[in-house]
């Protein structure tokens, strides 16, 4: 069965420091992974996605991910926060072999950037 | 681009009352998503539509919940009778055919519904 674990509900950082937001999955196969994030009171907005290829992936307002296949990972950081990065952020994934377009999405990580 | 559209962005509605949410999705996208979002389930799949078809409706929580498209524009999410434990706010969003690749969902603003 294909899950994704974010492991942490809420993630302080200081502004100006790097930020790593985890994200682990579990599929069958290979996955496609995505990170979305959403502001108060809005919808989900992608910020990037791996497919293949190189495991370091950058996406949206200087975000990367970082995929790791053996540790089956695929961390979310940014070299240095912005109080205006405060969001809830969702992992999610999609197994490259079911014939499906559902992904599964985490529990979502509250991401608070301090002053 | 105006992006998904979904109405009403707000619907309180009594116990018992049908309910009717509203999306538009972006123009020639041809895959439509509902979601339900709550605190307690966190974001769930309800259903979706791959040119105007429903796909898969696992998710779509029991015979009070129907969602239809009868266009590539247009799609309603429907409740009757509407219960309190309904209450949630309910996202639509839509994506295009990626060959090669899976295809990016483009989320709406949502619609917060409660029921009393």
């Known amino acids: 069965a294909q899950s994704v674990a974010q492991p942490e509900d809420q993630v302080n950082v200081a502004e100006g420091n790097p930020l790593t937001v985890k994200c682990t999955y579990s599929v069958s196969g290979n996955p496609y992974l995505f990170w979305y994030v959403q502001y108060p009171n809005r919808g989900l907005q992608f910020l990037l996605k791996?497919?293949?290829?190189?495991?370091l992936v950058k996406g949206s307002y200087g975000f990367e991910a970082e995929f790791n296949k053996s540790q089956t990972s695929f961390h979310l950081k940014k070299p240095s926060a912005l109080v205006s990065d405060s969001a809830l952020y969702f992992c999610a994934v999609r197994d490259i072999r079911r014939n499906t377009d559902k992904l599964i999405f985490g529990t979502g990580t509250r991401l608070q950037v301090f002053p | 681009d105006a992006g998904v559209i979904q109405s009403p962005r707000h619907e309180v509605t009594e116990m018992g009352q049908e309910v009717t949410l509203r999306c538009k999705p972006i123009?020639?996208?041809?895959?439509l998503f509902w979601y339900r979002q709550t605190m307690m389930r966190g974001l769930e799949l309800l259903i979706y539509?791959?040119?105007?078809?429903?796909?898969?409706d696992s998710g779509m929580p029991e015979d009070r919940f129907s969602a239809k498209m009868p266009n590539a524009s247009f799609s309603t999410l429907k409740i009757q009778p509407s219960e309190p434990r309904d209450s949630a706010v309910y996202f639509c969003a839509s994506s295009f055919f990626l060959a090669g690749g899976p295809n990016t969902q483009y989320f709406g603003p949502g619609t917060r519904l409660t029921v009393l």
């Open positions: 791996y497919i293949t290829g190189d495991n």
């Open positions: 123009s020639g996208h041809d895959y």
């Open positions: 539509f791959n040119n105007n078809v429903p796909i898969d």
